[in-house]
């Protein structure tokens, strides 16, 4: 519990102690006792509830990702050049490519490859079909007539993630 909901409690068992010894005094202890056992259960379970639902709102705040995020926007941008790589060849060309071709370079870089200067090591780090997408030279083919399909897609990115 939080240092409120602690003197909370701690404040209720010493009114309910006094109220019960005050309810001796005056002749009617079991009358006094039931009420106030209500009452402090009662007490409890509200505080309780309150720092439950305290502890919640903080958890949600601190995951809560503001709406114009450059994080979340560079998400909806990747969304929106998949989606469009997926419908036709020249989503591909315009907007698969250059996502995938510095993804390409950097994990080549990683292995002393340089992706336009080293060619034949890049080719066979790549893999034949992500080479001829991010290659320098590519030229606009008919092979993803209608888009890439999302297996073909996958593929390219798995081979990517193994480069």
């Known amino acids: ?7 909370g409690v ?8 006094i109220a019960v010894g005050g309810g001796f005094l005056f002749g009617a202890p079991t ?3 039931g009420v106030t056992a209500i009452a402090f259960a009662a007490v409890v ?3 309780t509830t309150r720092n439950l639902a305290l502890r919640a709102h ?20 990747i969304d929106r050049s998949l989606a469009v790589a997926l419908d036709s060849d ?9 996502l995938l071709r510095p993804i390409a370079a950097v ?11 080293h060619t034949v090591e ?11 997408l991010v290659r320098a030279e590519r030229p606009r083919s008919s092979r993803y007539a209608g888009g890439i399909s999302t297996a073909e897609l996958r593929s390219l990115i798995e081979r990517l993630e193994r480069s």
């Open 1 to 7: 519990m939080t240092s409120i909901g602690t003197r």
């Open 107 to 117: 994990r080549l870089a990683r292995r002393g490859v340089d992706l336009d200067n």
């Open 58 to 77: 903080a958890r949600a705040r601190a995951h809560r990702q503001p709406a114009g995020s450059p994080s979340l926007e560079q998400l909806n941008q």
């Open 31 to 33: 009358e006094v006792a």
């Open 90 to 98: 020249i989503g591909v060309d315009r907007e698969l490519r250059p």
């Open 45 to 47: 379970s509200l505080i």
């Open 122 to 132: 890049a080719r066979a780090i790549l893999g034949e079909e992500l080479w001829e």
């Open 10 to 17: 701690t404040l209720l068992a010493a009114l309910t102690a």
